[in-house]
């Protein structure tokens, strides 16, 4: 599974990437809006963090499929080709999408409440599907058991596209999609902080530390 940063926060971003094996970045509007800077200078800018191999989704916000399609065009121009173009999984998004693929652009389907949302953008040439597991999970529905379904779906129809969870709150959604397998999930910092996050293991390393201590004197290493 690969492993995603949501957040378009620069020095956040940073920190993570170089701490955490990570394999890119995902963006929304309203990830953008945050900064409250230029949204292009902001993606160049992770742009920059994640290399040109890295993993960038940045999100088209007109809601008919020429204007869809027109974004597309000047994100890839700005940010790279390899820049995974997101459109929302409407019926226009879906036409965005087939002309998209037949262009042979990286498509990330998002908005994904349903399973038959996945299965059609799938259809239509996305390489990535995105359900949100926590907005999913405040319906009352199940998140995790939604994002199975269409893995489970996609392999049972031999469909090439990959499952690309969002929306994620807590490590234990996270811990369910990875043992399940899907293709990748994409988590915020402070929630990727959290996967780690345990005081057993500081007072493990900090009682090892005091042992060596003992024979060594303080501050010293194995250096
Ligand atoms: C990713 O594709 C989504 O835009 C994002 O994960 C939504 O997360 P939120 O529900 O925390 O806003």
New binding site residues.
């Given amino acids: 599974m690969k492993l995603i940063i949501?957040d378009a926060n620069i020095e956040k971003v940073k920190k993570v990437w170089e701490l955490y094996p990570c394999d890119g970045v995902?963006t929304?509007p309203?990830?953008l809006a945050k900064s409250g800077r230029n949204p292009y200078e902001v993606l160049s800018e992770l742009r920059e963090i994640v290399g040109k191999d890295g993993e960038l989704?940045v999100?088209v916000v007109s809601k008919d499929a020429e204007g869809m399609i027109e974004e597309a065009k000047v994100i890839r121009e700005k940010l790279g080709e390899n820049t995974f173009v997101?459109v929302p999984t409407t019926p226009q998004g879906l036409k965005a999408m087939k002309a998209l693929a037949a262009e042979g652009v990286n498509i990330?389907a998002?908005a994904i409440y349903t399973p038959m949302q996945a299965f059609l953008a799938a259809k239509a040439g996305a390489k990535y599907t995105?359900p949100?597991i926590?907005?999913i999970d405040n319906f009352g529905y199940n998140g995790v058991q939604v994002a199975m379904d269409i893995q489970d779906i996609f392999e049972n129809n031999n469909l090439p596209c990959e499952v690309?969870a969002?929306?994620f709150?807590n490590s234990q959604q996270v811990l369910e999609l990875t043992k399940y397998g899907i293709g990748a999930s994409?988590v915020?910092t402070d929630v990727i902080e959290g996967l780690i996050k345990n005081a057993a293991i500081d007072a493990a390393i900090d009682a090892f530390n005091k042992d060596f201590e003992s024979i060594t004197g303080e501050g010293k290493t194995m250096a």
């Fill in positions: 949501d995902t929304n309203s990830i989704h999100q997101k990330t998002t995105a949100y926590n907005r690309l969002a929306s709150k994409t915020a």
